[in-house]
Nanobody, 124 residues
């Protein structure tokens, strides 16, 4: 069965960095786009970044553009999110998600499997 397991979250200071990983199994990873989304308690799920199945194109929410970088290693079935210049408003539970096809979109309805999430807290 499809499994997505996030790791790498934790506590970071404002201006600091964290790198999230998502280990995928149970499907042919290289055939599907992947994305990261986040959720703050009491608010809806927010698209953060997406990447095509072959890594040829990426998308970012305006709130993270220029600070976050999404990447993937299809040989290792792993998705990454490098987060730099972190801000307190980046505090959230971060999820990775598998798309239904090869193209990443900002519509979260186009994703059919989600991990359990990893908590990121940005605070001094």
């Amino acid at each position: 069965q499809v499994q997505l397991v996030e790791s790498g979250g934790g506590l970071a200071q404002p201006g600091g960095s964290l790198k999230l990983s998502c280990a995928a199994s149970g499907f042919t990873f290289s055939n599907y786009a992947m994305s990261w989304a986040r959720q703050v308690p009491g608010k809806g799920l927010e698209f953060v970044s997406g990447i095509y199945s072959d890594g040829s194109d990426t998308y970012y929410a305006d709130s993270v553009k220029g600070r976050f970088t999404i990447s993937r290693d299809n040989a290792k079935n792993t998705l990454y999110l490098q987060m730099n210049s972190l801000k307190p408003e980046d505090t959230a539970l971060y999820y990775c998600a598998k798309a239904k096809g090869i193209i990443a979109t900002i519509s979260l309805h186009q994703y059919d499997y989600w991990g359990q999430g990893t908590q990121v807290t940005v605070s001094s």
